[in-house]
């Protein structure tokens, strides 16, 4: 049994929706197709919100009422039978419906994330109704009735296991289940989320706990490219990756994969393939436990860091210094991503600098505080086991004229990473591109 998950783009359309569907009905039985919202409708659903916080509900309903005409445009293309377009209506009217009750009630963030939630609910629904008048057996599996977080916010493997299975067992005769992405309850039951691009980690979640043959990733390209193909051209796919080089990908700025997504798969050890809908037969990129190489795989930069530099008088002599500096990054909640020390010294960065003011006020109790704000981490991942000698020396010649604020080294065997300011960001990835592959 496979998982396969179809983001966004692949089911943006109802052409689109037409050919995953063709796709998955001419599969072997009993394959579980995870899909995304279509393409724009979360980010529409996130500005719908935002109007409702605002309380600009007049806002709220121009933008619903502008995705609705788009819903009943799809569906007008996509059904031909008077019980299809029935069965698609009932579907998009209740969420229609239900976003216009929440817009009537107080706003806090449970609405948001009832709302939010619509996207893959109407998704699966149109594709599910497709499937029906195609005459494909295919069977929902509801999202909510079995993918639950922890109060830590992780996934509750055990509880989404026996779900899972019971729900299958209840109807073990379909050519093809269908589920959402994204969308899930949380320790306390309410509605809630995997945060975006989270379909990637439900379909990574399902694969670990059906213990399945492969997860397969479609989207829109054909498998992770060596570099970012949004800011550099020419870039290729690359064939195979070992699951830790995809999990620093994903987490340094690879947008193809969810950054949470490698880890459920990894911990099965489930091969993982990156597929392009679009070019079904492009051999795309597999992640497994693959043996080193000794090969430089991909580049990817991660936004919005900033670089905190900690500096004390005499740091190592003053044991307790760093953990000191780690405990208060921790009673913000703020993980640390990339670190370097001196004698003096520790620069470390974050990405989220909602405590940012709070941290510095309490470094500045024991060290010397600079903050550089808006700085990008520039990744180059490989097999870069130590022993291998000149990858850190290309990877830094490749910036000789680019100023590096921080570099990074020798944390795992998989990774060289490099803090530059963002507007040398597309700079730095181009040369490194030129002179790696
Ligand atoms: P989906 O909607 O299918 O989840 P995403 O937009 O989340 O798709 O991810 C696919 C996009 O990721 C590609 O269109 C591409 O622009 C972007 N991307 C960023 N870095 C890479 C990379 N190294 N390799 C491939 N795609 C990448
Ligand atoms: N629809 C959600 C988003 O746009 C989840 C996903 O596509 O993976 O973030
Ligand atoms: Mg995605």
């Not at 009217?93 to 709302?115: P, Q």
Request: proline share 3%; glycine share 6%; hydrophobic share 40%.
């Amino acid at each position: 049994m496979k998982v396969l998950k179809f983001g966004g783009t692949s089911v943006g359309s109802a052409e689109r929706i037409k050919h995953v569907a063709d796709l998955i009905s001419k599969r072997g039985a009993g394959d579980i197709v995870v899909l995304s919202a279509m393409s724009g409708t979360t980010n529409t659903l996130v500005e719908i919100a935002d109007y409702l916080y605002k309380k600009n509900v007049p806002g709220a309903q121009e933008t619903l009422n502008a995705l609705e005409v788009k819903y009943n445009d799809v569906r007008a293309r996509l059904f031909s039978t008077a019980e299809a377009i029935s069965a698609a209506d009932v579907a998009l009217d209740r969420s229609f419906s239900y976003i216009r009750k929440l817009m009537a009630s107080e706003f806090t963030v449970d609405e948001e994330k009832e709302i939010l939630a619509q996207g893959e609910l109407m998704s699966t629904a149109l594709m599910q109704c497709y499937l029906m008048e195609q005459g494909v057996h295919s069977v929902m599996l509801p999202a909510l009735e079995y993918m639950r977080t922890e109060a830590n916010g992780a996934p509750d493997m055990r509880y989404i296991s026996s779900r899972l299975q019971r729900l299958i067992e209840m109807e073990d005769k379909a050519d093809v289940y269908i589920t959402q992405g994204y969308i899930c309850r949380n320790a306390y039951g309410e509605v809630d989320n995997l945060r975006r691009g989270g379909s990637d980690y439900t379909a990574s979640i399902i694969g670990a706990v059906m213990e399945a043959d492969e997860i397969q990733i479609w989207t829109d390209i054909d498998g992770m490219h060596n570099n970012d193909p949004r800011y550099v051209d020419g870039t290729a796919p690359v064939s195979a990756l070992h699951f830790e080089e995809a999990a620093e990908l994903a987490y340094f700025g690879a947008k193809i994969l969810h950054p949470s997504c490698v880890l459920p798969a990894k911990l099965h050890n489930i091969p993982v393939r990156l597929l392009n809908t679009m070019q079904p037969n492009a051999p795309g990129t597999v992640i497994y436990n693959m043996p080193p190489d000794g090969t430089i795989k991909a580049v990817a930069a991660k936004d919005n860091v900033t670089a905190i530099k900690i500096k004390s008088g005499r740091m190592l002599l003053a044991y307790g210094f760093l953990h000191k500096v780690f405990e208060t990054f921790e009673k913000y909640k703020t993980s640390i991503d990339m670190i370097a020390t001196s004698e003096v010294g520790v620069t470390v960065t974050i990405d989220d600098e909602t405590h940012l003011a709070d941290i510095i006020d309490e470094l500045k109790t024991f060290s010397t505080v600079t903050v550089d704000h808006d700085m990008v981490i520039i990744c180059v991942v490989g097999d870069l086991e130590w022993h291998n000698c000149g990858f850190e020396s290309q990877a830094v010649a490749a910036l000789h004229d680019i100023p590096v604020r921080m570099i990074s080294y020798g944390g795992s065997n998989y990774n060289i990473s490099m803090v530059v300011r963002s507007c040398d960001k597309v700079a730095a990835l181009k040369r490194l591109s030129e002179a790696l592959f």
